[in-house]
Every structure is written in C-alpha cells, then in structure tokens.
C-alpha cells in the first residue's frame, strides 16, 4: 500500500496525460494521493480530480505566495469548498521567504487565519515552510492547532522532533535522495517511522535518479527505498507504516 501524501495533479506540466497517468496508478501500487491545494483555481481543480477518482483526496487553501491578494472572501470561499467530503486538511499553508515577492505580514496574517479556519472546522492541516523555520513552528505552536504535516521538511532534525511533540507528521520526499541532503537524512534518521508520510510534490521534485525531471507518484519507491536503508526496515513496512500514519492523518478508512 502506497500514500502519496502530497502531489500536484492540478498542473499545467500533467496536462497532455493527466487521465492516463492517474488510470496506471493503482498498477504502480499507489493507492492513495493526496492532491494539495495552492490556489483557489488549484483547490477547484483537486476537489474535481477526488471526484473523478475514488483514490484522490484533496486539500484545500492558499500557499504563502499566493496570499498577496488574499481576501476575507477568498477565506470564506476556502470553508465552502472544505465541505466537500473529499477535502481531508487545509493547505498548503504557510510562511515561504525564500523569494522576497510576497509581503511577509500578509503571509503570517493569512497563515494565521488559515489556521484558525482549520481549527474551527476540526481539520488538518499541510504545512510549506521555507526559509521560515522558526516563525512558521512559533505561529503554528500559538495556534494551537495540534494535527497536520510538516510537507517536504528541510528544518533541523531537533525542530522536526518538537513538531512531533505537538502532534504533527513530518514529510519527507525526493529531496531524501539528494546527495547534498544531509540534514534530510538526519531527521529521517531521528524521526520515529510512525510519525513520517511519504510524498513526491510532484511535478517537482523527483528523486534520484530522475532528478530533474517530471516527477509522478509511482516514483516514490526511490523515497522508499533510501527511508528502508536509513531505518533499516523492510520496505513493506515503511509502506504499511507511512500509508497507516496519512489515513490516521487524513481520517481515512
Ligand atoms: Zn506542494
């Protein structure tokens, strides 16, 4: 059993052959995919793919680099579309400075708000955090919002532990593969199994030896693997282990 805990099948780049794509999946073993939101156009379009397809489920909400134009509107719009009972979790939310286009208080107004939606409708939520690490654990840790995950973690494997303590899971995808992922590897390492989903955030982000290129869900077993060296656990088990720990996550059956 496979869970992909973080995909974009919304994107332009699956356009040519999203059908055929999503159709082979269940063959690759991947049983379940969550579809993050990022946009409102986003979270249309993965609410519309979780209707299509039993095995995606989605989120919804708007990433820290989209909140510019952020309004109580798009908010109110966002708690609409979290009816559809195909939306698991809020997100993708969060603070990202790697890039300086987005207004830093807009983005910790917007992430707080969105946080506090979550907790109003009882749901978790899919963190994104970048080059924010401190201040996106201090606003999550003042929410009091106690379940979600902590997608693609690049923090230190000291602070992915008191993301633990509060109830989170952390994410950990292709990046593991990566020769330069040295602090990836120490926070897999550190890390309990149970509390660690597996993800591609495909398109991007595809694991050696596909770097590079677009990635999908079956390329997930590359994440696999490293995780079954790091851990030294079967692979079966870091597969029942991790697809387990997203349906504890997501509630789902
Ligand atoms: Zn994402």
Redesign the pocket.
């Known amino acids: 059993m496979i869970f992909d805990s973080?995909?974009?099948y919304d994107d332009r780049q699956f356009d040519k052959d999203r059908d055929e794509l999503l159709t082979s999946m269940h063959k690759n073993g991947v049983d379940f995919i969550l579809n993050?939101g990022?946009s409102m156009r986003a979270s249309k379009a993965g609410i519309e793919l979780g209707q299509k397809y039993d095995f995606i489920y989605s989120a919804v909400g708007i990433?820290p680099n989209n909140t510019g134009k952020m309004t109580d509107n798009t908010l109110a719009d966002i708690k609409e579309l979290a009816k559809n009972k195909k939306v698991v979790a809020i997100g993708?939310i969060g603070l990202d400075y790697h890039y300086d286009n987005t207004d830093k208080t807009k983005q910790r107004l917007w992430f707080t708000k969105q946080l506090e939606l979550a907790k109003e409708l009882d749901m978790p939520v899919?963190i994104?955090s970048r080059d924010a690490a401190q201040e996106c654990f201090d606003i999550i840790k003042k929410s009091e919002v106690k379940k979600g995950v902590i997608?693609?973690y690049s923090g230190s494997p000291e602070m992915a532990l008191d993301y633990v303590k509060l109830g989170y899971y952390i994410g950990i995808g292709g990046v593991l593969t990566y020769s330069n992922a040295r602090r990836t590897v120490e926070t897999a390492e550190s890390v309990p199994l149970e509390r660690i989903l597996l993800e591609t955030?495909c398109p991007?982000l595809a694991p050696v030896p596909n770097r590079g290129k677009r990635n999908d869900s079956s390329m997930i077993s590359f994440v696999a693997e490293k995780l079954s060296q790091i851990k030294g656990v079967p692979l079966d088990i870091i597969y029942e282990t991790t697809s387990q720990n997203a349906r504890n996550l997501f509630g789902i059956e």
Request: glycine share 0%; aromatic share 8%.
């Open positions: 973080h995909a974009h993050s990022e990433h993708e899919i994104h997608h693609c955030d991007y």
